[in-house]
Protein backbone atom coordinates (compact mmCIF):
# COMPACT_ATOMS: atom_id res chain seq x y z
CA UNK A 1 0.00 0.00 0.00
CA UNK A 2 1.19 3.41 -0.69
CA UNK A 3 -0.09 6.77 1.28
CA UNK A 4 0.74 10.00 0.09
CA UNK A 5 0.34 12.64 2.28
CA UNK A 6 -0.53 16.26 1.53
CA UNK A 7 0.14 19.29 4.36
CA UNK A 8 1.62 21.89 5.28
CA UNK A 9 3.15 20.56 8.70
CA UNK A 10 4.64 17.29 7.75
CA UNK A 11 7.16 17.48 10.25
CA UNK A 12 3.80 16.65 12.36
CA UNK A 13 4.30 12.77 11.21
CA UNK A 14 7.75 12.35 12.51
CA UNK A 15 7.06 11.41 15.87
CA UNK A 16 3.94 9.10 15.31
CA UNK A 17 5.58 7.58 11.68
CA UNK A 18 8.59 6.57 13.09
CA UNK A 19 7.50 4.54 16.10
CA UNK A 20 6.39 1.21 16.70
CA UNK A 21 4.29 -0.62 14.01
CA UNK A 22 3.89 2.04 11.20
CA UNK A 23 7.84 2.00 11.68
CA UNK A 24 7.93 -1.53 11.62
CA UNK A 25 5.59 -1.43 8.62
CA UNK A 26 7.86 1.25 6.72
CA UNK A 27 10.93 -1.28 7.08
CA UNK A 28 9.53 -4.33 5.96
CA UNK A 29 8.36 -2.26 2.94
CA UNK A 30 4.99 -3.35 3.58
CA UNK A 31 3.63 0.33 3.66
CA UNK A 32 5.25 3.32 1.64
CA UNK A 33 4.54 6.87 2.77
CA UNK A 34 4.93 9.95 1.14
CA UNK A 35 5.13 13.12 2.65
CA UNK A 36 4.26 16.22 0.36
CA UNK A 37 4.79 19.97 1.79
CA UNK A 38 2.03 21.88 0.35
CA UNK A 39 4.26 24.72 0.04
CA UNK A 40 6.04 23.75 -2.34
CA UNK A 41 3.30 23.45 -4.95
CA UNK A 42 2.68 27.12 -4.36
CA UNK A 43 3.64 29.35 -7.36
CA UNK A 44 3.60 32.49 -5.12
CA UNK A 45 7.22 33.45 -4.25
CA UNK A 46 6.47 33.24 -0.89
CA UNK A 47 5.31 29.92 -0.90
CA UNK A 48 1.43 31.27 -0.12
CA UNK A 49 -0.96 28.34 0.19
CA UNK A 50 -4.09 30.53 1.85
CA UNK A 51 -5.71 33.73 1.65
CA UNK A 52 -8.96 35.77 3.01
CA UNK A 53 -11.96 34.05 3.28
CA UNK A 54 -14.91 35.70 0.50
CA UNK A 55 -17.18 35.64 3.63
CA UNK A 56 -16.29 38.80 6.02
CA UNK A 57 -14.75 37.73 8.90
CA UNK A 58 -14.33 33.71 8.41
CA UNK A 59 -10.43 33.39 8.39
CA UNK A 60 -7.77 32.06 6.25
CA UNK A 61 -8.74 29.60 3.68
CA UNK A 62 -6.36 27.21 1.87
CA UNK A 63 -6.48 28.12 -1.81
CA UNK A 64 -6.93 25.72 -4.49
CA UNK A 65 -4.01 26.06 -6.97
CA UNK A 66 -1.39 24.47 -4.60
CA UNK A 67 -3.49 21.48 -3.56
CA UNK A 68 -4.35 20.94 -7.82
CA UNK A 69 -0.64 21.17 -8.33
CA UNK A 70 -0.04 18.90 -5.90
CA UNK A 71 -2.83 16.07 -6.58
CA UNK A 72 -1.55 16.10 -10.06
CA UNK A 73 2.01 15.90 -9.68
CA UNK A 74 0.96 12.68 -7.65
CA UNK A 75 -1.43 10.92 -9.86
CA UNK A 76 0.69 11.34 -13.22
CA UNK A 77 2.80 9.21 -11.08
CA UNK A 78 0.27 6.35 -9.91
CA UNK A 79 -3.33 6.01 -10.09
CA UNK A 80 -5.10 6.29 -6.56
CA UNK A 81 -8.16 4.54 -5.12
CA UNK A 82 -9.22 7.93 -3.33
CA UNK A 83 -8.09 11.21 -2.61
CA UNK A 84 -9.50 11.62 1.11
CA UNK A 85 -9.61 15.29 2.65
CA UNK A 86 -9.79 14.98 6.84
CA UNK A 87 -12.80 17.09 7.36
CA UNK A 88 -14.95 17.68 10.83
CA UNK A 89 -18.17 17.05 8.43
CA UNK A 90 -16.73 13.96 6.76
CA UNK A 91 -17.84 10.30 7.75
CA UNK A 92 -16.97 8.80 11.23
CA UNK A 93 -14.06 6.70 10.82
CA UNK A 94 -14.87 3.15 12.56
CA UNK A 95 -13.20 -0.06 12.08
CA UNK A 96 -15.33 -1.28 8.93
CA UNK A 97 -14.40 1.63 7.26
CA UNK A 98 -10.95 1.10 8.33
CA UNK A 99 -11.43 -2.21 7.21
CA UNK A 100 -12.55 -0.99 3.33
CA UNK A 101 -9.73 1.18 3.06
CA UNK A 102 -6.87 -0.65 4.44
CA UNK A 103 -7.53 -3.01 1.18
CA UNK A 104 -6.72 -0.40 -1.17
CA UNK A 105 -3.47 -0.04 -3.39
CA UNK A 106 -2.98 3.71 -3.28
CA UNK A 107 -4.47 6.71 -1.26
CA UNK A 108 -3.78 10.70 -0.89
CA UNK A 109 -4.73 12.40 2.13
CA UNK A 110 -5.26 15.89 2.16
CA UNK A 111 -4.92 17.42 5.63
CA UNK A 112 -6.67 21.34 5.60
CA UNK A 113 -6.11 24.30 8.39
CA UNK A 114 -7.09 26.99 9.48
CA UNK A 115 -10.88 27.77 8.16
CA UNK A 116 -10.92 25.12 5.85
CA UNK A 117 -10.05 24.59 2.39
CA UNK A 118 -11.56 26.08 -0.61
CA UNK A 119 -14.88 24.25 -1.05
CA UNK A 120 -14.29 23.79 -4.81
CA UNK A 121 -11.35 21.15 -4.03
CA UNK A 122 -13.84 19.10 -2.34
CA UNK A 123 -15.73 19.42 -5.24
CA UNK A 124 -13.72 18.37 -7.78
CA UNK A 125 -10.74 16.78 -6.32
CA UNK A 126 -11.57 15.04 -3.55
CA UNK A 127 -13.06 11.44 -3.54
CA UNK A 128 -14.10 10.72 0.01
CA UNK A 129 -14.23 12.96 3.28
CA UNK A 130 -13.27 11.39 6.42
CA UNK A 131 -13.96 12.66 9.96
CA UNK A 132 -12.08 10.98 13.23
CA UNK A 133 -14.65 11.92 15.49
CA UNK A 134 -17.59 15.11 16.63
CA UNK A 135 -14.66 17.69 17.43
CA UNK A 136 -12.60 20.25 15.92
CA UNK A 137 -8.62 19.84 15.47
CA UNK A 138 -6.64 22.88 14.44
CA UNK A 139 -5.64 20.76 11.59
CA UNK A 140 -5.92 17.77 9.37
CA UNK A 141 -2.01 15.68 10.21
CA UNK A 142 -3.51 14.75 13.78
CA UNK A 143 -6.67 13.45 11.96
CA UNK A 144 -4.37 12.06 9.48
CA UNK A 145 -2.00 10.19 11.30
CA UNK A 146 -5.02 8.18 13.37
CA UNK A 147 -6.34 7.29 9.79
CA UNK A 148 -3.18 5.84 8.85
CA UNK A 149 -2.28 4.20 12.43
CA UNK A 150 -5.89 2.68 12.03
CA UNK A 151 -5.35 1.14 8.02
CA UNK A 152 -1.19 0.64 8.42
CA UNK A 153 -1.86 -2.18 11.69
CA UNK A 154 -4.66 -4.03 9.28
CA UNK A 155 -2.42 -4.52 6.33
CA UNK A 156 -0.95 -8.59 6.77
CA UNK A 157 2.38 -8.83 8.20
CA UNK A 158 2.07 -5.40 9.88
CA UNK A 159 1.37 -7.06 13.14
CA UNK A 160 2.71 -10.28 14.51
CA UNK A 161 0.38 -12.37 15.80
CA UNK A 162 0.43 -11.82 19.54
CA UNK A 163 -1.24 -8.61 18.61
CA UNK A 164 -3.40 -10.03 15.80
CA UNK A 165 -5.91 -7.31 14.75
CA UNK A 166 -8.57 -9.46 14.35
CA UNK A 167 -9.28 -10.08 18.03
CA UNK A 168 -9.24 -6.47 18.58
CA UNK A 169 -12.18 -4.39 19.74
CA UNK A 170 -14.99 -4.00 16.68
CA UNK A 171 -13.84 -6.10 14.50
CA UNK A 172 -16.79 -8.87 15.46
CA UNK A 173 -19.14 -6.61 16.45
CA UNK A 174 -18.10 -6.17 20.33
CA UNK A 175 -15.50 -4.88 22.26
CA UNK A 176 -12.98 -6.53 23.87
CA UNK A 177 -12.65 -8.70 26.57
CA UNK A 178 -10.25 -7.30 29.54
CA UNK A 179 -6.71 -9.04 29.68
CA UNK A 180 -4.32 -9.97 32.10
CA UNK A 181 -0.57 -11.00 32.44
CA UNK A 182 1.69 -12.06 35.32
CA UNK A 183 1.85 -11.99 38.52
CA UNK A 184 -1.38 -14.09 38.82
CA UNK A 185 -1.73 -11.75 42.32
CA UNK A 186 -1.12 -8.34 42.95
CA UNK A 187 -1.50 -7.02 46.00
CA UNK A 188 -4.87 -9.45 46.98
CA UNK A 189 -6.07 -8.39 43.16
CA UNK A 190 -6.38 -11.69 41.36
CA UNK A 191 -6.69 -13.01 37.99
CA UNK A 192 -10.01 -14.67 37.37
CA UNK A 193 -8.99 -18.47 37.87
CA UNK A 194 -10.60 -19.76 34.60
CA UNK A 195 -7.58 -18.00 32.39
CA UNK A 196 -5.33 -20.54 34.89
CA UNK A 197 -6.94 -23.15 34.11
CA UNK A 198 -5.86 -23.96 30.24
CA UNK A 199 -9.49 -25.15 29.53
CA UNK A 200 -9.60 -23.67 25.89
CA UNK A 201 -13.12 -24.12 25.62
CA UNK A 202 -14.46 -22.52 28.69
CA UNK A 203 -11.59 -19.73 28.18
CA UNK A 204 -13.18 -18.93 24.90
CA UNK A 205 -16.62 -19.46 26.49
CA UNK A 206 -15.54 -16.76 29.04
CA UNK A 207 -13.73 -14.16 26.78
CA UNK A 208 -17.49 -14.04 24.60
CA UNK A 209 -19.52 -13.37 27.82
CA UNK A 210 -17.10 -10.70 28.99
CA UNK A 211 -17.11 -9.03 25.50
CA UNK A 212 -20.85 -9.01 25.57
CA UNK A 213 -21.22 -8.12 28.77
CA UNK A 214 -18.73 -5.20 28.48
CA UNK A 215 -20.28 -4.45 25.13
CA UNK A 216 -23.85 -4.06 26.78
CA UNK A 217 -22.69 -2.17 29.24
CA UNK A 218 -20.37 0.32 27.29
CA UNK A 219 -22.22 0.36 24.29
CA UNK A 220 -25.71 -0.48 24.27
CA UNK A 221 -26.30 0.88 20.80
CA UNK A 222 -23.78 -2.05 19.45
CA UNK A 223 -24.55 -4.79 21.20
CA UNK A 224 -28.14 -4.24 19.86
CA UNK A 225 -27.04 -4.08 16.68
CA UNK A 226 -25.08 -7.52 17.39
CA UNK A 227 -28.13 -9.16 18.95
CA UNK A 228 -30.14 -8.30 15.82
CA UNK A 229 -27.08 -9.14 13.57
CA UNK A 230 -26.64 -12.72 15.53
CA UNK A 231 -30.45 -13.30 15.19
CA UNK A 232 -30.82 -12.45 11.05
CA UNK A 233 -27.78 -14.89 10.44
CA UNK A 234 -29.20 -17.78 12.26
CA UNK A 235 -32.58 -17.19 10.52
N1 LIG B 1 -14.01 25.57 9.85
C1 LIG B 1 -14.04 24.15 9.82
C2 LIG B 1 -12.95 23.55 10.70
C3 LIG B 1 -11.59 23.73 10.18
S1 LIG B 1 -10.42 22.98 11.22
C4 LIG B 1 -15.37 23.66 10.34
O1 LIG B 1 -15.94 24.29 11.21
O2 LIG B 1 -15.83 22.60 9.87
C5 LIG B 1 -9.01 22.88 10.20
C6 LIG B 1 -8.72 21.55 9.57
O3 LIG B 1 -8.56 20.57 10.56
C7 LIG B 1 -9.79 21.01 8.63
O4 LIG B 1 -9.62 21.53 7.34
C8 LIG B 1 -9.55 19.52 8.68
O5 LIG B 1 -8.60 19.09 7.72
C9 LIG B 1 -8.98 19.29 10.08
N2 LIG B 1 -9.96 18.75 11.04
C10 LIG B 1 -10.55 19.42 12.04
N3 LIG B 1 -11.36 18.63 12.75
C11 LIG B 1 -11.28 17.40 12.22
C12 LIG B 1 -11.89 16.14 12.52
N4 LIG B 1 -12.75 15.99 13.51
N5 LIG B 1 -11.56 15.09 11.75
C13 LIG B 1 -10.69 15.21 10.73
N6 LIG B 1 -10.08 16.37 10.39
C14 LIG B 1 -10.37 17.47 11.12
Redo the contacts with the bound molecule.
Sequence with gaps: MRIDIIAIFPEMFEGPFTESIIKRAVNKGIVEIGLHNLRDYSTDKHHKVDDYSFAAGAGMVMMIEPVDNCITHLKSQRSYDEVI??????EILNQPLCNQLSMKENLIIL???????DERIREHLITKE????D??????EL?AAVLVDSLVRLIPGALGDETSALSDSFQDGLVSPPVYTRPREYKGWSVPDILLSGNDMKINEWKLEQALLRTQERRPEMYEKFKADSKNSSL
Design positions: YMSPDGCGHYKGIISIGYVLSGGG
